[in-house]
């Protein structure tokens, strides 16, 4: 996916994020993520926008520091301005990505081709999974198309998880893990130790493997997330499903 279209699904999805929000209510349980109610995503959300414009408004070109959850869920305004504060903070963001310079120098905290386009990229998935957080509350159905969760699929295996490789280590990985997108006709291996735990390298491509997830792009999405189970998110699991389970479950994203 290009600029343009990560920053069209970035604006599409808080707005769609902020309608389901509006919707559920800010005091009703978000049950993707438990300890959290409406108006703490939406002050996690609205902190995150914040902290992406400020490394391409200005931009950063080193680390800054960041709030921990308890200070973001902490700060904002009263509740009956929370909404507002949000759309705000995202209508910000989208502008921020549509006018900067193509070579902006900003800090980043993943390879990428461009530091716009991490942002741009980033940014849509972030809203995104928490667009799905906003619509669970609400009672409702989240989905994506093909191509867009793909997208996502390909940045969480071959960004964040490849982050945690570690082809060296002393023992060697002893299961294959496939995730294949099959209306999106990609595919993805991850080399894993037996309790899914560590990872030794992730790639492209087909093969064989002790454990298969296999199903729609937008499923796989919200599975790998942590939003749904296998059952509701339409992949069936082939093989070693012990192992499938055990990397889905140990393998959150952390900074």
Known sequence: MDLDRHILALKADGDL??????????????????????RDLLRHQGYVHRWATSYVSVPIQ????????AEQLAGGPP?????????????????????????????????AASPLGFWARRQAHETAIHRADAQLAAGQAPGYEPD??????????????????????????????????ADADQQWRAEISPDGQQV?????????????LDGPAAG???LLWNRC??????????GDAGLAAAWRDGMHVRW
């Not at 189970?229 to 082939?238: E, L, P, Q, R």
């Open 62 to 69: 080193a680390e800054a520091p960041e709030l921990t959850e």
């Open 17 to 38: 994020l902020a309608s389901a929000a509006e919707q559920a209510g800010l005091t009703t349980s978000v049950p993707s993520c438990p300890a959290w109610q409406v």
């Open 229 to 238: 189970d296998a059952d509701a998110a339409g992949i069936s699991v082939t």
């Open 148 to 181: 867009f969760a793909a997208d996502g699929l390909d940045e969480l295996i071959m960004s964040f998880f490849a982050r945690r490789a570690d082809p060296d280590r002393e023992q060697a990985p002893e299961r294959t893990l496939l995730i294949r997108a």
């Open 79 to 111: 509740d009956e301005r929370l909404l507002a504060w949000f759309r705000e903070g995202h209508r910000a963001l989208v502008r921020a990505l549509r006018t900067a310079e193509p070579d902006v120098a900003s800090w980043t905290f993943m390879p």
């Open 200 to 212: 030794a390298q992730v790639s492209r491509g087909a093969g064989p493997g002790a454990a298969t």
């Open 220 to 222: 796989l999405y919200l």
